[in-house]
């Protein structure tokens, strides 16, 4: 691996992100990235973080039109509350603040922590469980369903709502209509590798996928011999519409979990759009590329969310961090 030293990761990727953004406070003693604009007068703001492994997500999504903070915890691990709680303070104007919460066991008790942390300081909090992925129900985790690729459109179009001044219940409100209507599935080729165990974190053999991942390498389904990018995009794609029903357009996500090639990744999403238009769903809008990873895990996700007009037009406003921008 490209580390000094497992113990020293975080961090040491934190002083990298602060060299090469500028426009972003990193405070890597506390592990809290917060937009160096913060907080903007009469702007609700948005706080999300999880353990580190998962990048860009989700400090790589903090600045202008989507997060005004994030907190990293250790490789695969939650932040604590009171990293949580520094970044709702260094964030809030006054107007409140969302906490976006990935549906694992300790992000949840933690986060819950910090917004009670948070309101006894006068902060208020309100909260959003993202939890799209259809694989399994429980895992191990998290109970209930995971949170995985739906994060990044509630980020996107949520913080688009905030940086326009809706207020918060209503920035709350349209975070929790896109995870309503947002689901996922994933697919590892290979196992993960985490820096302290410098090793595959789980057995998948060669000419082996994991169908229905989660993002820490939790099993999936099923597993399966090596299938072809089309025989995947079948299985993948049906198993999110099977849950979703979409009556409407989508945004497709095909998302990298860290160690596949953009060659491959489009390949695949030309699978995607195929099923798609086989399966009579409109997509009104396409993201690929490694957005919400597993270190270097080989494999993919594809991410679902039905939309309307209205959040077409969030989805499209500007947006300006370091790995997601358009618009400006």
């Not at 949840?108 to 917004?115: G, I, R």
């Not at 191990?140 to 179009?157: D, H, Q, S």
């Not at 219940?169 to 080729?189: H, P, T």
């Not at 086989?278 to 993201?287: D, F, H, K, N, P």
């Amino acid at each position: 691996m490209l580390i000094n030293v497992p113990e020293t990761v975080v961090a040491d990727a934190l002083r990298g992100m602060a060299a090469a953004h500028p426009e972003l406070t990193v405070d890597v003693e506390n592990r809290v990235v917060v937009r160096r604009d913060a907080p903007v007068a009469g702007k609700a703001a948005l706080v999300s973080g999880g353990g580190s492994g998962h990048e860009p997500l989700h400090a790589g999504f903090v600045g202008p039109g989507m997060l005004s903070a994030a907190c990293a915890g250790e490789v695969f691990t939650s932040p604590v509350p009171d990293q949580m709680v520094r970044a709702a303070a260094a964030v809030d104007s006054g107007a409140g603040v969302l906490f976006v919460v990935k549906n694992y066991t300790g992000d949840v008790l933690n986060f819950e922590m910090a917004a009670e942390l948070a309101e006894e300081e006068g902060v208020r909090v309100a909260q959003v469980l993202v939890n799209d992925d259809v694989a399994v129900t429980d895992s191990l985790f998290t109970a209930g369903r995971r949170g995985t690729g739906a994060t990044l459109f509630v980020e996107k179009i949520a913080g688009a709502a905030a940086e326009e001044g809706a207020p918060l219940d209503r920035v709350a409100a349209i975070a929790r209509q896109v995870n309503e209507s947002s689901r996922s599935f994933g697919v590892a080729l290979t196992s993960v590798t985490t820096p302290a165990k410098g090793s595959p974190t789980f057995d998948l053999p060669a000419g082996e996928i994991e169908l229905g991942v989660g993002i820490h390498g939790e099993p999936g389904r099923e597993r399966r011999p090596m299938m072809t990018a089309r025989e995947i995009a079948d299985f993948a794609v049906d198993a999110v519409l099977e849950d979703l029903r979409p009556h409407g357009p989508v945004i497709a996500l095909v998302n990298g979990m860290g160690a596949t090639p953009l060659l491959e990744l489009y390949g695949f999403n030309a699978e995607v759009q195929r099923v798609l238009s086989e399966r009579g769903v409109a997509v009104a809008r396409t993201l690929v590329g490694n957005y919400v990873t597993s270190l270097d895990m080989a494999g993919c996700s594809v991410t679902l969310c039905q939309v309307d007009e209205e959040l077409v037009r969030l989805w499209d406003a500007p947006v300006e961090t370091p790995a997601l921008r358009w618009g400006r």
